[in-house]
């Protein structure tokens, strides 16, 4: 492992290399280039083996990378060598697909339990995870070590349940809850806002000129509220 910081960005390559990997030797494709890797990834030749350059010299000049070699490293660098035991809070829609994607699609993540505190929901299964009572997550959690969780609840119970989480161990979020969290510095947590992605996404199913044009014919002949004058 390389001595200097490595930066967030190259992390977050790391595992869409590593789904790359996955398919590429489900087609039993022994070696690629960092070319045929650019193709796959959408990140350029040059940015890909910088990348890995961090963390040792793993391919062969002319010859590219052994897949299952390459892929063996990435799943050590990133802690995936052994299956990760996560919990996630928030039994709602959302956290119940969270949950059954991750236990049936996600080979290296294993969910254990999910907290709600709806009553009704505690003691039912999500496919065979239990889902426990919230105030039963702090002994849960530090029973089995927890260090990364899933939160899935509503904005106004999100910082609760991230305090909880922190101070019984958990180091690693990735939140879905619409809000900004505070959390220590030695905690990572990753946003992954639905809504907002969405609402971005929007900008690009219609035409930008047509979009503009249409903006400037709405804004025609109106004065902006700064315009106005005193009669």
């Known amino acids: 492992m390389p001595d200097r910081a490595i930066s967030k960005s190259v992390i977050k390559r790391l595992p869409i290399y590593l789904r790359i990997l ?10 690629v280039s960092s070319k045929e890797l650019s193709y796959e990834s959408g990140f350029t030749a040059e940015q890909i083996r910088k990348d890995l350059a ?5 391919g062969t000049r002319g010859a590219g990378y052994n897949t ?34 991750n236990s049936t699609k996600n080979p290296y993540v294993n969910v254990i339990a999910v907290f709600d505190r709806d009553s009704r929901l505690v003691g039912k299964k999500i496919d065979e995870i239990d889902i426990y009572a919230l105030e039963d997550a702090p002994q849960f959690i530090e029973k089995h070590g927890i260090k990364v969780a ?21 180091i690693a979020i990735l939140n879905f809850a619409p809000v900004k969290l505070n959390y220590p ?5 990753h946003n992954a806002d639905l809504t907002l992605e969405l609402q971005s996404l929007i900008y690009y199913s219609s035409a930008e000129e047509e979009r503009l044009e249409r903006l400037r014919k709405e804004t025609k002949g ?3 509220p700064k315009s106005f004058t005193l009669e």
């Open 22 to 31: 996955d398919q590429l030797i489900q087609r039993k494709v022994d070696m």
């Open 54 to 58: 961090y963390f040792g010299a793993f």
């Open 68 to 101: 299952a070699y390459l892929r063996e490293k990435i799943i050590k660098i990133i802690g995936l060598d052994k299956k990760i035991e996560t919990v996630v809070f928030g039994a709602g829609n959302l956290g119940t697909a969270l949950t059954r994607y």
């Open 150 to 170: 899933v939160i899935s609840v509503p904005a106004a119970a999100a910082q609760e349940v991230t305090d909880l989480a922190v101070h019984h161990g958990v």
């Open 185 to 189: 510095e030695h905690v990572q947590v």
């Open 222 to 224: 109106s004065k902006s």
